[in-house]
T-cell receptor, first 114, second 118 residues
Framework: DGGITQSPKYLFRKEGQNVTLSCEQN?????MYWYRQDPGQGLRLIYY???????QKGDIAEGYSVSREKKESFPLTVTSAQKNPTAFYLC?????????????FGDGTRLSIL | AQSVAQPEDQVNVAEGNPLTVKCTYS??????LFWYVQYPNRGLQFLLK??????LVKGSYGFEAEFNKSQTSFHLKKPSALVSDSALYFC????????????????FGQGTILTVHP
């Protein structure tokens, strides 16, 4: 079955540590997105990528970095500069950003601070 | 700038009764509107979308939504609620006029927790 796989499901970060969240899709989608979900705040866009080797900052990119070396993969690194990283992180994809098609979501990674 | 408001943090309804989850939006151009549902510790699942045309949109699991341009609303409805409908619901909007780095960007509401009681 086609879909989006996020790993790990749970992740713990120590102070001063960078951690990387994995997102892989086999839907052949061009566009991919990272969102952060906090209780009562909905989803906020961190980064998005319309095509391989290209990505753009979203609304809350500070303290995060991404890469898009392959169409299927869009990993997110939470750096030590992100002072409040505890949240539920969701990866999504869509056929192309310019098309008005719904985004498909993975099942998320829950990041906590040790 | 585009924005979405879901005025109710929680909605409670008895099984078998009709349900409504409210959403209002603000965009500069024409809106593209979406509803998603989220179950605990899961990603979002797409329910339905409004792009253009008929103001009443039908989606998955018996849900429908009514687009009202004059009230800038896109309320989610279901004629008869099920206990299994209990979940977190998100409304999202995309502005047809958005350009530059905002092109195609979805803005989500803060979510409404729907609880259906047996």
């Amino acid at each position: 079955d086609g879909g989006i796989t996020q790993s790990p499901k749970y992740l713990f970060r120590k102070e001063g540590q960078n951690v990387t969240l994995s997102c892989e899709q086999n839907l052949n989608h061009d566009a991919m997105y990272w969102y952060r979900q906090d209780p009562g705040q909905g989803l906020r866009l961190i980064y998005y990528s319309q095509i391989v080797n290209d990505f753009q900052k979203g609304d809350i990119a500070e303290g995060y970095s991404v890469s898009r070396e392959k169409k299927e993969s869009f990993p997110l690194t939470v750096t030590s500069a992100q002072k409040n990283p505890t949240a539920f992180y969701l990866c999504a994809s869509s056929i192309r950003q310019r098309d008005i098609q719904p985004q498909h979501f993975g099942d998320g990674t829950r990041l906590s601070i040790l | 700038a585009q924005s979405v408001a879901q005025p109710e943090d929680q909605v409670n309804v008895a099984e078998g009764n009709p349900l409504t989850v409210k959403c209002t939006y603000s965009v500069s151009g024409n809106p593209y509107l979406f509803w998603y549902v989220q179950y605990p510790n899961r990603g979002l699942q797409f329910l339905l979308k409004y792009i253009t045309g008929d103001n009443l949109v039908k989606g998955s699991y018996g849900f429908e939504a009514e687009f009202n341009k004059s009230q800038t609303s896109f309320h989610l409805k279901k004629p008869s609620a099920l206990v299994s409908d209990s979940a977190l619901y998100f409304c999202a909007v995309r502005d047809s006029n958005a350009g530059g780095t905002s092109y195609g960007k979805l803005t989500f509401g803060q979510g409404t927790i729907l609880t259906v009681h047996p």
